[in-house]
């Protein structure tokens, strides 16, 4: 859109350019002469000339429009470059937090959670630290389908931003 803001401008300038130079006017026309009754045949030119209009306002108006418009483009790029960056970072932290509680946090809670329901059957711990294991090892889940959450909203995110 900014483009073709910038397209428009560039052609008003081109308009504004062209309208400097007057267009000749030709007149033609008859005449009746009451006194004599006679007919005549008129025909006139007129060739304004541009000394004091060249349409010099017009012209600045438009480059002044064009600027304008160029540099709402030269924003409208750098969002989309900062969105695209903002994005691209959401995603790879996203990935690497899944990754971490996948592969690391996960199979520690687990284990450890496995080893306290060992314990707890031996009577070495009682039913709380099972249940603190079985806590924290849920809430390493929950942290693992928000980080994969995140990431699919990063991805999709990105994916918005290649469309345009």
Do not use: C, H, K, W
């Amino acid at each position: 859109m900014a483009q073709a803001e910038s397209r428009a401008a560039e052609a008003e300038i081109v308009r504004e350019r062209s309208l400097r130079i007057p267009d000749p006017v030709v007149s033609a026309g008859v005449r009746r002469f009451e006194e004599s009754n006679d007919s005549a045949f008129l025909v006139g030119v007129s060739v304004p000339l541009p000394f004091i209009n060249r349409n010099q306002g017009n012209i600045a108006a438009a480059e002044a429009r064009l600027r304008a418009a160029n540099a709402r483009e030269r924003v409208a790029l750098a969002d989309f470059e900062q969105a695209v960056t903002s994005a691209r970072a959401r995603y790879f932290a996203s990935e690497a937090r899944a990754e971490t509680l996948a592969t690391t946090s996960l199979p520690q809670a687990e284990e450890a959670l496995r080893l306290v329901r060992i314990g707890y059957r031996n009577g070495r711990f009682p039913l709380i630290e099972v249940l603190s294991a079985a806590e924290a090892r849920d809430a390493i889940r929950e942290a693992l389908i928000a980080a994969q959450e995140d990431r699919g909203q990063a991805a999709a995110e990105l994916i918005r931003l290649a469309a345009q």
